[in-house]
């Protein structure tokens, strides 16, 4: 199960048992998330990508593209995605202004997965790799791999955002990378539902590093 630290201020840290942590800005949006796991339990089993990342198996080779598509959702200077973090302070802006419902449409979706993954790529001088999901044979999910094979993606946490969560575009990046681990089990990153259970509720102890905050 995972593990739930309260912040004097209200915010709350619900932390896997992977280490991975999701931050909430308050009681009340960490039980919509619940609410929401609870709701998609119901539904059943569903791969995030289903649907999404366009291409399928050759996404790869189209990410160039999609990046050309995506400065062309957003209406930014195709120049201005030069792979820096101004950069993604403006996609960021786009998103928050078009919603999370519309970012999740396959034709926006992809373009933000291949343009972040490929800042991801380079910030690690990776490699993309494709692989079959053994859940869903139907759908292929974009991962980016290391010198030592260690894998991180980009569309995890992407999808938590819109589906669920804040959008901070600009600060996630750089933490997935530092996050890739060995592949332990293809397929590990299923949906909102197999993926993140959240806590039912909150154990009143703070983080190690709560204290040092204001």
């Not at 308050?26 to 990508?49: D, M, N, P, T």
């Not at 996630?172 to 806590?199: D, G, I, M, T």
Request: with cysteine; proline share 7%.
């Amino acid at each position: 199960t995972d593990s739930v630290y309260v912040h004097p201020n209200g915010q709350a840290l619900d932390v896997g048992l992977k280490g991975r942590g999701r931050l909430f800005k308050s009681q009340e949006e960490f039980l919509q998330a619940v609410q929401r796991y609870e709701e998609l339990s119901k539904r059943g089993w569903r791969h995030i990508l289903k649907g999404r990342p366009l291409y399928g198996q050759d996404f790869i080779d189209h990410v160039p593209e999609l990046i050309d598509q995506l400065a062309e959702n957003f209406k930014i200077p195709r120049n201005e995605l030069d792979m820096s973090a101004g950069s993604l302070k403006k996609v960021e802006a786009k998103a928050k202004r078009f919603g999370r419902e519309k970012c999740l449409l396959p034709e926006y979706f992809a373009p933000l997965v291949a343009y972040i993954g490929e800042m991801m790529r380079q910030e690690i001088n990776g490699r993309w790799v494709m692989i079959l999901s053994t859940r869903d044979k139907e759908v292929w999910e974009p991962w980016i791999v290391d010198s030592k094979d260690l894998y991180c993606n980009s569309w995890s946490a992407l999808y938590d955002m819109f589906s669920e969560g804040g959008i901070w575009i600009s600060a996630y990046p750089s933490l997935e990378v530092k996050l890739r681990q060995p592949w332990a089990e293809p397929s590990s990153q299923l949906n909102a539902v197999s993926q993140w259970a959240p806590a039912a509720g909150f154990i009143p102890t703070d983080p190690p590093d709560s204290k040092s905050e204001a």
